[in-house]
């Protein structure tokens, strides 16, 4: 049995298939910015498409301003998916596949790969707490907590951000401007420009924290770490000379630490808030790399999940697919 899922994000797209005859897993994680793609969405997925038995969807692209509103998103996107699978499972934020003749809500399809994630830990781990960062966003959600499961059945991402379950912050698009507002250089600290000279995949190339720079430049621009070093300079209103290199490695890890403090934080009030007496995390996602920092920050005890599986940063994807292998 073959079951090929699908998370549809803004900025990227992720695509994994599970056959459970031979208990292989291939995972595949592409750069599609919806925001400058959205007329190519269903050309690429036929290109990308795999032969399967059973195929599910999940999705967060549905919040990119190209679209009017998140259920205008959803439903092109469902529909695009409509023409290319042959009749595939939707995922809802409580966690039930579902084809298209059973949407009662699409809204209830937004932002929904979480809890495939959990679906996921839980089978496997029992309980603990999901640290997943991204790209662009990081996912802090309990699992196997019985008294939780009415606030995470149906949580939307406004419920998430004011419950501190998501956290706005990821390893390669979040504008640097928005982690600092100053930086040390030399005898004190020094302001930084507002505009997105320079993104947090700038400052990891500079520090070889990254695996893959997968996203378009702020400028447009190379992306080896002396591009990386140019932008950072910038956005300090500088240029590369004006800077040491050594100066511009210390800022990044000032801004490295700072990122991982944050969702240290968001990590801890989690805890704290809702009485959790330090979970363990199982900490996935491209930036499981600063998921570890910030637990560390946090002393909390962590797995990191790159060592369990190579679908470490495609968690939500295995989750789908062992529930449509469940569905057979």
Request: charged share 25%; with cysteine.
């Amino acid at each position: 049995m073959k079951a090929l899922a699908w998370d549809i994000g803004g900025a990227n797209i992720k695509r994994l298939l599970l056959d459970s005859s031979a208990n292989a897993v291939s995972s595949d994680v592409f750069y599609f910015p919806m925001w400058q793609r959205k007329a190519d969405l269903e050309d690429f997925l036929r290109k990308k498409n795999i032969k399967a038995d059973i195929v599910g969807v999940t999705m967060t692209a549905e919040l990119c301003d190209v679209f009017g509103s998140k259920g205008e998103g959803v439903r092109y996107i469902v529909g695009i998916c409509e023409k290319v699978f042959k009749s595939p499972y939707y995922l809802s934020i409580d966690g039930k596949l579902q084809r298209k003749d059973e949407i009662d809500d699409y809204l209830a399809l937004a932002a929904s790969n979480w809890a495939a994630s959990i679906k996921y830990l839980e089978a496997k781990y029992k309980r603990g707490m999901l640290l997943d960062v991204g790209s662009t966003t990081t996912d802090i959600v309990p699992f196997g907590y019985p008294e939780l499961k009415d606030f995470l059945r149906g949580a939307t991402d406004l419920e998430r951000l004011r419950k501190g379950f998501l956290v706005y912050t990821g390893i390669l698009r979040t504008p640097v401007s928005a982690i600092v507002h100053r930086v040390p250089l030399r005898e004190g600290f020094t302001r930084v420009s507002s505009e997105i000279f320079a993104i947090s995949a700038d400052v990891y190339n500079v520090l070889g924290l990254l695996d893959h720079y997968r996203c378009t430049t702020p400028d447009g621009g190379g992306k080896t770490p002396q591009d990386s070093m140019r932008r950072l300079a910038r956005l300090l209103c500088a240029d590369i000379g004006e800077l040491t290199e050594e100066e511009i490695r210390y800022i990044c890890d000032y801004v490295y630490q700072k990122q991982a403090g944050d969702i240290a934080e968001a990590l801890k009030e989690v805890n704290e808030g809702y009485g959790l007496k330090k979970p363990r995390v199982y900490v996935c996602g491209s930036g499981v790399t600063l998921g570890m920092r910030a637990c560390k920050i946090a002393r909390l005890d962590a797995v990191n999940l790159a060592e369990a599986t190579d679908a470490y940063d495609n968690i939500p994807c295995l989750g789908i697919a062992e529930m449509l292998i469940g569905k057979v």
